[in-house]
């Protein structure tokens, strides 16, 4: 096979040592060429121009964020997409069931290459951008904007706790938990057309649109929002009605599986799966999120589900994400 390295040289876990184990083993068997991103979109613009190659897999070393931007430019080509998680939180390597270590991460990818295990997914959309695992509105975009803000080496080093952290603060400080943020309409895959705003819309402080679950980790423990929802699945939207800690609690301890009642039968959830397409109307300029990458603020947002969209490398014994 024709491979291409794309390496975030910025990513936590990424280092020279590394990177040679792994180039080694990637070249071993396949004809291997490596690319080093250095600013933001540089992925988009390598796995595009990878897949114009005739390229067959684009392996990203790196985090989420390196792994949406090359899935931006892999998307409706016939290159496959390979992650190998590289990055301090790396949900969706996780979600793949991936090895956390780089390296034994990079021995489950050829595995899967050898077995021929390469399928095709769908994705999600918002705008013109695509995403992976979820985006989100609101506070969670927040928060994810508070991470960002944060210093290279606090972001590299820190993880999780900074998630939380950030969680945090953003609560106390940073977000306005008295006002709903934005509306969302939604039309499943068996409408024609989307709900009436008015009768049918649902007012939120946080909203996630999912195109597989769980909707993110802390450590090793997954945070579950749409248990049914998978890359073969269309899309499901979660939105928070109030930020309250009666009301995040329950949620919280649902999404770890320590609560007995589910996430999407907690008080001011909506919970609505099996989508074609979500539409958010914000009160205000809202914030949003793509794989955990902050885009900045917008008014309108329109969510869609893209099916088959993308070849995927996915671990021999990984059933449906």
């Known amino acids: 096979m024709k491979l291409l390295l794309v390496v975030n040289p910025s990513a936590s876990s990424v280092n020279a040592r590394t990177r040679t184990v792994i180039q080694k083993a990637l070249s071993a068997d396949h004809r291997l060429e490596v690319a080093t991103t250095s600013r933001r979109g540089h992925a988009t613009r390598l796995a595009r121009r990878a897949a114009d190659d005739g390229m067959d897999v684009v392996v990203v070393l790196g985090g989420d964020g390196t792994l949406n931007e090359a899935a931006n430019g892999l998307a409706g080509s016939d290159t496959a997409l390979a992650a190998v998680p590289g990055g301090s939180t790396n949900v969706f390597a996780h979600i793949l ?37 979820n985006a989100g ?13 944060r210093s290279g080496l606090l972001k590299r080093f820190a993880g999780h706790p900074l998630f939380i952290a950030a969680a945090c603060n953003t609560w106390l400080r940073h977000f306005d938990r008295r006002h709903q943020a934005f509306r969302v309409t ?25 195109n597989t679950d769980p909707y993110t980790y802390l450590g090793s423990r997954s945070l579950s929002l749409s248990p049914g929802t998978n890359l073969d699945s269309p899309l499901a939207m979660v939105t928070m009605r109030s930020l309250s800690l009666a009301s995040l609690v329950p949620v919280l301890t649902g999404a770890l599986g320590f609560g007995r009642t589910p996430v999407a039968e907690c008080r001011g959830i ?49 059933p449906a994400a």
Do not use: K, W
Not at 99 to 113: C, H, I, Q, R, S
Not at 137 to 146: K, P
Not at 203 to 208: A, C, P, R, S, T
Not at 279 to 304: C, I, K, M, S
């Open 97 to 133: 069931g991936l090895p956390d270590d780089p390296v034994e991460a990079t021995g489950a990818v050829l595995d899967a290459m050898d077995a021929g295990s390469i399928r095709r997914i769908g994705l999600g959309s918002v705008n013109d951008r695509y995403f992976l695992f």
């Open 137 to 149: 509105v609101g506070f969670d975009a927040a928060v994810v904007e508070q991470v960002e803000r």
């Open 186 to 210: 939604t039309r499943r895959v068996d409408e024609e057309e989307p709900g009436d705003p008015v009768t049918t819309g649902v007012d939120g402080m946080f909203g996630v649109c999912l």
């Open 270 to 318: 909506s919970h609505r799966s099996n989508l074609a397409e979500a539409h958010v109307t914000g009160y205000r300029p809202v914030p949003y999120q793509v794989d955990g990458d902050y885009l900045g603020e917008a008014t309108d947002l329109t969510f869609r589900h893209q099916p088959a969209a993308m070849d995927l490398v996915v671990p021999r014994d990984q």
